[in-house]
């Protein structure tokens, strides 16, 4: 196996897990919990998830350069699926299925080399920076989520971050 390969591979792991144990934390939370919002200006429990559960599908969208058209109605498909755990769950897995395949169908030059550039920027970034981008966007909302679960109570632990 070369290293790029390796690379990538390591690099899906860690999205796996992160989607693994996304799919749990959201499997836990109650009803009631969803409209919890810890700040005027941040999002409620609910809308992080949906953000979440958005993440490998939305920024494939992105960082193939597609219209902000585009990614606007696919997050309004995801919302359109409200506080079902289970639908969110799938968003999440199949948009990380879809996100391995078009990162296996580059070639290593163009994974390393291929810049594309977003609506929102003036410059692009390579296939690789994308990736890493798209492990720690997902990394990062999924700590978000999980310490406001912690704040209303849930019986939740670093553990449940690194199980699947």
Avoid: C
């Avoid at 897990?17 to 409620?44: D, F, Q, Y």
């Avoid at 699926?81 to 078009?102: F, I, P, Q, V």
């Avoid at 492990?135 to 310490?147: D, G, I, L, S, Y």
């Amino acid at each position: 196996m070369n290293e790029l390969k390796e690379m990538k591979q390591l690099l899906f792991e860690e999205l796996e897990l992160i989607v693994g144990t996304t799919v749990k934390l959201l499997g836990k939370i109650k009803a009631e919990h969803w409209e919890h919002r810890p700040a005027a200006n941040m999002r409620s429990l609910l809308e992080l998830a949906q953000h979440l559960a958005g993440v490998p599908s939305v920024d494939l969208l992105i960082l193939k350069e597609n219209a902000e058209e585009a990614i606007r109605e696919l997050e309004a498909q995801i919302e359109a699926d409200g506080e079902n755990a289970d639908k969110l769950a799938g968003w999440m897995t199949s948009g990380m299925a879809e996100l391995k395949d078009y990162m296996e169908s580059l070639s290593d030059e163009d994974f390393l080399h291929r810049k594309t550039k977003p609506f929102y920027l003036e410059h692009g970034s390579s296939q690789a920076k994308w990736l890493i981008e798209i492990v720690t966007h997902a990394q990062h909302h999924r700590a978000q989520m999980f310490n406001y679960m912690k704040a209303l109570g849930y019986e939740i632990s670093m553990f449940d971050l690194y199980s699947a």
